[in-house]
């Protein structure tokens, strides 16, 4: 475990303070599941005695499981985890772990996207954040920037 110089906020799932938690970090850990393969940092937290792992829900957005509430058993065949989550590429893991941005007190957890557009939603923007809705809409997503001669191209895979 890693700590960090400063402890993070960390809620849970009704929006409760978790007492003693944000102090304490991984480095990134593989998570296997069969031949379903995860490399990510969490963050350590106190859990119920009967609970091991809690993964959280930017998690399970990145790696949805099919199956887990219909049957006794998970599986992980979506189109993406396909692609990205399999033991030849975490073991070409492209990130490299970076302890001064581990410890930068501003840095957060790389989270869920996702469109706000009712007010309550709006509502929960952090204040630094506040000065680009106007770029995070739907409608600003859908407009493409303006070229210039510098333009380079991007290939885009299957």
Known sequence: MLKH???????????????EAGIFYTKPLLLQHRRHFSKEAFEVT???????IFLPFWWISKHPPQGA???????????????????????????????KVAQDPNARIIGHISEATDGDALANVPGELK???GIMSKDAADV????????????LKE
């Open 46 to 52: 106190p859990m119920e005695s009967e609970v091991d």
């Open 144 to 155: 493409l920037p303006q070229h210039y001669p510098y333009d380079c191209k991007i290939e």
């Open 69 to 99: 509430w219909e049957l006794k058993e998970i599986r992980f065949n979506s189109p993406g985890c396909q692609e990205t989550c399999t033991q030849y590429e975490q073991e070409e893991f492209s990130l490299t772990w970076d302890e």
């Open 131 to 133: 000065p680009y809705l």
């Open 5 to 19: 110089d400063l402890a993070i906020h960390i809620e849970n799932y009704t929006g409760q303070n978790v007492e």
